[in-house]
């Protein structure tokens, strides 16, 4: 199955409330799209945090192996695949090329078994430029942040601070 993935991230200051907001689209085989939107708010994290959790979330919910397409104006998330980022990352025990620790190593981890079952590349999207999904995305996020329910980033600490 194809399944096309839109996701964006918000915090209200960085550390501070923060939501995420994921669209997934697919074609069943009888031609119907089906579209589900998903979202979250937590009380204290980070913008990028929230752009992690947000493919984490879309991917965790796929009950089988899919080819993915995760749309998303993070370059955070998109570069870290597309440029390899992530494959140093792993190589030097989750360090940076400076020999810093990789912030978000657990969202990172996270999102790395999350794609295991699936083929899964990365689109870099232009935020706040009209395009539709990208859009939703952010409303969704925004209102998770803005409007709660507030869930506690169990995996958030002040280094990761972005």
């Given amino acids: ?4 993935i839109f996701t964006d991230g918000a915090a ?3 550390p501070g409330r923060g939501g995420y907001g994921a669209v997934l689209r697919y074609t069943a085989p009888s031609g119907k799209v089906h579209v589900l939107e998903l979202s979250r708010g ?3 994290t980070t913008n990028n945090r929230m752009e992690l959790m947000a493919v984490i979330a ?3 919910v796929l009950n089988r192996p899919c080819d993915v397409e995760v749309h998303s104006d993070s370059q955070y998330v998109v ?3 597309n440029k390899h980022w992530i494959d140093g990352w792993k ?3 989750w360090k940076t090329a400076a020999k810093k620790p990789v912030k978000n190593p657990d969202l990172w981890k996270r999102l790395l078994a999350a ?4 083929r899964v590349s990365f689109i870099w999207v232009k935020g706040h430029a009209g395009h539709t999904f990208n859009e939703r995305c952010d409303q969704l996020a925004t209102t998770a942040a803005d409007n709660g329910p507030l869930h506690t980033d169990e ?6 601070i972005d």
């Fill in 12 to 14: 209200r200051g960085n």
């Fill in 42 to 44: 937590y009380e204290r």
């Fill in 91 to 93: 190589k030097r025990g």
């Fill in 79 to 81: 570069n870290a695949f």
């Fill in 58 to 60: 879309a991917l965790e």
């Fill in 115 to 118: 794609m295991e079952p699936h």
């Fill in 155 to 160: 995996g958030f600490s002040d280094s990761d």
């Fill in 1 to 4: 199955m194809n399944v096309t």
